[in-house]
């Protein structure tokens, strides 16, 4: 699960990084060049709670690997700017599961906004145009290809291209008028014949706004308010204070606890992100618990009973006899399996039972 942390210049998302990866990459710099790389376990209380149960000699956590990549250069006549990226650091973007958008909404006289006001809408757009545009150039690029392909190769080959031009030629009108390709409905096998061209405008969003220390008091409104007039698919909007959450990842407990209550925080701002993170990524976890681990394994939502053995090891789903299932609550009422299958909440479910979020499972198979 891989994200690409993205903004403009001074938007703070190196800040965002640090706080997300209890990193400590140079910030302040309104954006240089440099790549930075760090992943974050996700929160699961859940994990805790079941290791007070089993006593393992570990706990094994679901985690997201977060990209701070550089802002791109702004774009201009004949000159795509995403594309004078680095080939490496382009590469790391396209290949990002989701984007994590930080957009400035904070004012500070010692770090001047670059364009010389701060306006979270206007940034948030800018930045939307770029990756449009970057899309626009890979697509009419190969769109360009196919049509000069013509008649060639084979019926089979021909027959294909033409598929995949229509489709391109599809995508491209929305695309124009500036709606994100997330937005459109694919079948199955268009999503398949593009997956190859990783477009940025594809890839689900979330919109984090930067604010300052005094607008924590309405963090949530000015989510809101952004969130009202961002009507895109697949997209999430949430605020936080990117300086103050790494201050407060640089304190001992107890004396965040104390800062937090001072700023009227009720939870870290850190644990609310990385949570919509996973849930951006259209994920949810099923446990599997015992003496030597209690441990989240991530899967997309929908996933089957076999999905859930092969993301454990490939052996499991090709020996899938049986899953033996119990939700975590009655797990956690009952405290031991063998009291969950003596009271009925143990259940047998073959290969295309559908796992829920916090089943805990173990995999009955053949070697």
């Known amino acids: 699960m891989q994200i690409a942390i993205v903004g403009l210049a001074g938007s703070g998302?190196?800040?965002?990084?640090?706080?997300?990866t209890r990193g400590h990459a140079q910030t302040g710099?309104?954006?240089?060049?440099?790549?930075?790389?760090g992943t974050v376990k996700v929160p699961d209380e859940r994990l805790d709670r079941l290791a007070e149960i089993f006593k393992p000699r570990k706990i094994v956590h679901a985690d997201v690997t977060y990209f701070d990549l550089p802002a791109p250069p702004a774009s201009t006549e004949g000159r795509v700017g995403t594309e004078e990226l680095p080939a490496d650091q382009l590469a790391r973007l396209r290949?990002?599961?989701?984007?994590?958008?930080?957009?400035?909404a904070f004012e500070d006289p010692a770090l001047?906004?670059?364009?010389?006001?701060?306006?979270?809408?206007?940034?948030?757009?800018?930045?939307?145009?770029?990756?449009?545009?970057?899309?626009?150039?890979?697509?009419?690029?190969?769109?360009?290809?196919?049509?000069?392909a013509g008649h060639h190769g084979t019926a089979a080959e021909r027959d294909a291209n033409d598929r995949e031009l229509e489709l391109l030629e599809r995508l491209h009108r929305p695309l124009t008028e500036?709606?994100?390709?997330?937005?459109?409905?694919?079948?199955?096998?268009?999503?398949?014949?593009?997956?190859g061209f990783r477009f940025l405008t594809q890839k689900p969003v979330l919109i984090l706004l930067n604010v300052g220390e005094s607008d924590l008091p309405r963090e949530a409104e000015i989510a809101a308010e952004i969130a009202g007039r961002y009507k895109h698919e697949r997209t999430l909007v949430d605020a936080l204070s990117a300086k103050i959450e790494m201050e407060l990842g640089e304190l001992e407990p107890e004396e965040a606890a104390v800062f937090m209550d001072e700023l009227g925080l009720a939870e870290s701002s850190l644990d609310r992100v990385l949570r919509l993170s996973y849930r951006l990524l259209g994920l949810i976890s099923f446990l599997t618990a015992g003496p030597d681990e209690v441990r989240a394994w991530p899967i997309p939502d929908g996933s089957n009973a076999v999905d859930a053995a092969g993301a454990i090891h490939t052996d499991l789903a090709r020996g899938f006899i049986r899953a033996e299932v119990v939700s975590y609550e009655d797990l956690l009422a009952l405290k031991t399996t063998a009291e969950a299958r003596k009271h009925g909440k143990l259940?047998?479910?073959?290969?295309?039972?559908?796992?829920?979020?916090?089943?805990?499972?173990?995999?009955?198979?053949?070697?």
């Open 13 to 20: 998302k190196t800040t965002v990084f640090n706080t997300l």
């Open 29 to 37: 710099g309104y954006g240089g060049l440099e790549l930075h790389v």
């Open 95 to 104: 290949e990002a599961d989701a984007l994590l958008h930080v957009v400035r």
């Open 112 to 148: 001047p906004h670059p364009d010389g006001s701060v306006d979270a809408w206007r940034d948030l757009e800018r930045l939307d145009l770029e990756f449009t545009l970057a899309d626009l150039s890979v697509m009419e690029k190969r769109i360009d290809r196919l049509k000069a």
């Open 178 to 195: 500036g709606k994100p390709l997330r937005e459109e409905s694919l079948a199955a096998e268009e999503e398949k014949s593009i997956r």
């Open 347 to 367: 259940r047998s479910e073959g290969k295309s039972y559908t796992v829920k979020d916090g089943d805990v499972i173990e995999i009955l198979f053949s070697r």
